[in-house]
């Protein structure tokens, strides 16, 4: 294989709840170059291995250019930032630039055309949800389809979402994200006396955290008390938090912030359960594919989810984990109240949990799959 040179373009690299994209970069059949405004690397990632470039600007073309962007108006934002970029990118031998979520390709769009370099653009979830309700995004989003050379999607269901003209959905590739299976390897997990029941995500509407503390605090098991591990940050803390002190579940639910991914996985060894009620946000936001359910997976962890997004093609309900309606907090107890009492049922899930990822959700089938759009890609520009 000739390595590629790609260019991976978004405002900031790497925040903590986007490791997936940090997994796509890593891919050894290409070299990766990494452009954004910041890094902030709140993943606490490695970034030895990127060449990294900076889109700088004063802080008042800053602020014009996404004041304007947001009534729809980008034409000062290309016409002051395309000749920058086509300077820095034009020295980089590029052959493709690859823009993560759909807002991205949109800005790095004109800079793309001036070049003639191929554009392959990923969506991830709510620049397929909940930003299509804007007509300046949605007309944005067309004129990238008609330039892009591959369109990535995490979650089959985004193809009906995003406004694809039919000649369009030709260029749709589903590629999931992929699971490093030797870094998240299955383990045997020993019952605690208390069991400790996991969720890993932000505290956000989409996430459903209110519903699983009041799905939580239904669960009444004979001598034993469990205990309900929140990782996390996120604008439906207080909210959280308030609920645990009205329902007195303090000595039972911990709050534990954001944690790196290295602390994620030692919290997965540690716990029994791990739990994503997830669901469609009032303002449309939704899941693509959450990886920290897939993590929970490898690991071989018993997963309990909701029918929502992307999440019934890694949960065959029954066989690797067990589904939920979304919003049914009934359903949510029970479902955690017959893998707390089950110890076969829990082993059986997370055994089949552990083949499904690595079946299907692996690391390398995810750098194979992006390794060939790329060369395509490049193909068709040659």
């Known amino acids: 294989m000739n390595k590629i040179n790609i260019l991976y373009y978004h405002a900031h690299f790497f925040s903590g709840s986007e490791t997936f994209i940090y997994q796509q970069a890593i891919n050894p059949h290409i070299h990766a170059s990494l452009l954004a405004k910041r890094y902030i690397n709140s993943s606490g990632l490695p970034l030895d291995a990127f060449t990294k470039l900076n889109f700088r600007r004063t802080w008042w073309d800053g ?6 962007f947001i009534f729809g108006v980008d034409q000062y934002y290309q016409h002051r930032s395309i000749s920058i970029l086509t300077k820095l990118i034009s020295s980089q031998s590029i052959d493709v630039l690859h823009a993560q979520f759909g807002f991205n390709a949109i800005r790095i769009l004109p800079v793309a055309k001036a070049l003639q370099i191929p554009l392959v653009v990923s969506f ?74 996991l969720h890993v995500g932000r505290l956000v509407e989409k996430k459903g955290v209110p519903d699983l503390i009041r799905a939580f605090s239904k669960i009444t098991l004979q001598n034993v008390k469990p205990i309900l591990h929140l990782v996390g940050t996120g604008p439906q803390e207080n909210i959280c938090r308030t609920l645990v002190k009205e329902l007195a579940l303090e000595d039972q639910v911990q709050f534990h912030g954001w944690k790196s991914p290295e602390e994620v996985k030692q919290l997965m060894q540690l ?36 029918r929502h997004a992307g999440i019934p093609l890694a949960i065959d309900d029954g066989v690797n984990g067990i589904l939920v309606s979304e ?17 076969e049922k829990r082993h059986s899930i ?26 395509s890609a490049l193909d068709k520009r040659q």
């Not at 589903?174 to 299955?186: L, M």
Request: glycine share 6%; aromatic share 6%.
């Open 327 to 343: 919003h049914d907090t009934d359903a949510l107890t029970q479902a955690i109240k017959v893998l707390l009492t089950n110890e």
């Open 63 to 68: 602020l014009v250019s996404n004041l304007l």
């Open 124 to 197: 991830h979830g709510l620049d397929a949800s909940k930003l299509l309700r804007k007509r300046s995004y949605r007309n944005g989003v067309k004129k990238v389809f008609n330039y892009a050379s591959a369109i990535v999607i995490c979650n089959p269901a985004m193809v009906d979402a995003l406004p694809l003209t039919h000649k369009q959905k030709d260029k749709v590739v589903w590629i999931p994200y992929g699971i490093d299976t030797q870094k998240f390897s299955g383990i045997v997990h020993q019952a605690h006396s208390n069991p400790q029941l």
């Open 350 to 375: 997370a055994v089949a949990a552990r083949k499904k990822i690595e079946e299907r959700f692996t690391i390398q089938q995810m750098h194979e799959k992006l390794y060939e759009i790329y060369s």
């Open 271 to 306: 716990c029994d359960l791990f739990i994503l009620n997830s669901r469609i946000a009032l303002d449309g936001d939704s899941e693509g594919l959450p990886v920290g359910l897939l993590e929970a997976m490898a690991m071989g962890m018993p997963v309990i989810s909701t």
